[in-house]
């Protein structure tokens, strides 16, 4: 195997990582004192770097490969999820107040001082769980691929090698290891892929002439709004169904949220929320449009630029497009989305641990054993997912993998049910939290188990007139849509149905139970130019909604 880099190339790649290892020990030296200095990097950071950080935590190797590759066969559909942008806004105006009020390190124990201890366990194990079978797991198996792929290298060296670097400057750095190396990654990670989008414009000849190649091809590649029975791309499970999935990622995991709660105020972590929302349009320009530009490549010189498989696409766009020396930036960049993704989860991991599960079991350790014990769990998160390797690459491409992707939108619907109700409504109450995770959780486990016994019958295409087959074949954004509608409903009857929550134990934790004092705080907590920046990015979301029909 020969890897696609040259001379020069090299020389960029070890610059990089001189530059990451450089940021990695100026925050080792400056020591971590405390858990908050630790898990949330002392509550001081600003908000270009909380933005950077949100956008690297989503963008994962994985991330660049797989959505270019979506791009190429596909078209635009997959740009609903790279909307979410909006979403994120949703983070900073609605939900972060109440999270930064709160005082909650963890968003389980946001859960336990709104509602009870019970919901605090079961999101804190689930999370947990969820992490390292999907997240860890995922981003491990891609990111190996990547590596092998670009050094030349056997997949395992490639695995391993990325792994033990970001667990390295993860367990030792804490949290403001992984905020500050984040923002340089961004930094890369954008250049690199920009350049790609430009030079591949150049190649097809412009705008106008991709259009006009790809739509010859396929008429649809350019319209995100596909029928309502699409199998794959419905537009009202994109657009409803991807909003709660959206919710429970950018609002409500603990992955993403950690990185506004590293701010001293709401403010701060606010305008971090806002720039990160704008971040978060750029994916469709710098990875969904490359996969569109390598598929009309391949069409008008399909000897050169030949693409095998659509993951395929955005690799043959380094290797066909780029000069010596821009192939190691981008390599940089596509090592930082995988790095940046892999320290989030690892540090989200040990964060959860720590102080949801060890600080409750053993509520009188000190500050300095509980740093201790988020390092040790961080290194034990490591060494799962080294093992989860093996399993990952015996099925990281068939069935399994379409599962561990399809699980976020059963995960999400109870979860954002939960969080949304909880902060709008001050009547929702334990009992009714609990009861809608709980049954979340059986719907998941039903749906799932479903989707796996019937596969054979689903892949053959026949045709059942059984319950469950009917249950285990909805689109999957269309069940998430389902089971939102029955959280909602489940949540209201049992609140309604049990006592009211003692209202002066959820003091400014719900809207119903904010004081004047807290109303006038949150009022002064934004400006003019924080209104008007959030109004243009819905504006540009809507212009791209319209653009995009075909």
């Not at 079961?122 to 769980?129: I, K």
């Not at 959860?352 to 600080?359: S, V």
């Not at 049992?494 to 934790?509: F, K, M």
Request: aromatic share 12%.
């Amino acid at each position: 195997m020969s890897s696609v880099l040259e001379g020069l190339d090299w020389v960029v790649l070890g610059i990089y990582f001189l530059a990451l290892v450089a940021v990695a020990v100026w925050v080792v030296l400056q020591k971590n004192k405390n858990t908050e200095d630790y898990f949330l990097a002392g509550r001081n950071v600003g908000w270009f770097v909380i933005g950077a950080s949100i956008f690297a935590s989503n963008i994962g190797s994985e991330h660049v490969v797989g959505l270019a590759g979506t791009g190429f066969e596909s078209g635009t559909p997959m740009a609903h999820y790279e909307l979410h942008a909006w979403i994120v806004l949703l983070l900073g105006w609605l939900f972060l107040p109440f999270y930064i009020r709160s005082g909650a390190f963890t968003m389980p124990e946001f859960l336990e001082k709104r509602f009870d201890s019970r919901s605090r366990w079961f999101l804190s194990v689930f999370s947990l769980v969820a992490y390292v079978l999907t997240k860890v797991s995922v981003t491990i198996y891609a990111g190996g691929i990547v590596v092998s792929e670009l050094l030349g290298i056997p997949f395992w060296y490639g695995a391993i090698g990325i792994v033990v670097f970001t667990g390295i400057y993860t367990v030792i750095g804490g949290m403001k290891a992984v905020i500050y190396t984040e923002t340089l990654q961004t930094v890369i990670l954008i250049l690199g892929s920009i350049i790609i989008t430009y030079l591949g414009l150049q190649e097809v000849g412009g705008w106008g002439q991709l259009r006009e190649t790809v739509t010859a091809v396929s008429p649809d590649h350019f319209n995100m709004w596909r029928p309502m029975n699409d199998p794959q791309f419905p537009w009202t499970g994109l657009l409803i169904g991807g909003t709660i999935v959206g919710i429970w990622y950018w609002c409500t995991d603990q992955y993403i949220v950690q990185r506004t709660l590293a701010a001293n105020n709401i403010k701060i972590g606010r305008r971090g929320a806002i720039f990160g929302a704008y971040l978060k349009l750029l994916p469709i320009l710098i990875f969904l449009i490359p996969g569109i530009i390598a598929f009309a490549l391949s069409i008008q010189n399909p000897e050169l630029f030949s693409v095998e498989k659509a993951d395929r696409a955005f690799p043959m766009l380094v290797k066909t497009l780029l000069p010596v020396g821009l192939k190691g930036l981008v390599a940089g960049g596509l090592m930082a989305a995988l790095m940046s993704s892999l320290a989030s989860v690892f540090n989200s991991c040990s964060t959860i641990f720590t102080i949801d599960i060890y600080k409750k079991l053993k509520p009188n350790m000190t500050e300095a054993k509980l740093v201790k014990i988020g390092q040790i769990a961080t290194g034990f998160i490591v060494i799962l997912g080294i093992i989860w390797i093996p399993i990952m690459e015996k099925i990281g491409g068939g069935v399994m993998y379409q599962y561990l992707q399809n699980v976020q939108s059963y995960i999400a619907p109870p979860v954002t049910a939960v969080f949304l109700l909880g902060i709008i409504w001050k009547r929702v109450n334990a009992k009714a939290a609990i009861t809608t995770l709980l049954a979340g959780l059986l719907l998941l486990i039903l749906r799932l188990g479903s989707e796996i016994y019937f596969q054979p019958q689903i892949a053959a295409g026949e045709e059942l007139s059984n319950i469950m087959y009917g249950f285990a074949t909805i689109n999957f954004a269309h069940m998430a849509i389902f089971m939102f509608i029955f959280s909602v409903i489940l949540c209201i009857s049992v609140s309604l149905a049990t006592n009211a929550p003692d209202y002066r134990t959820i003091v400014g934790l719900s809207f119903g139970t904010l004081t004047e004092e807290q109303k006038e705080e949150n009022k002064g907590s934004y400006d003019t130019i924080d209104i008007v920046l959030s109004i243009i990015l819905v504006i540009l979301v809507i212009g791209v909604l319209s653009y995009f029909t075909g």
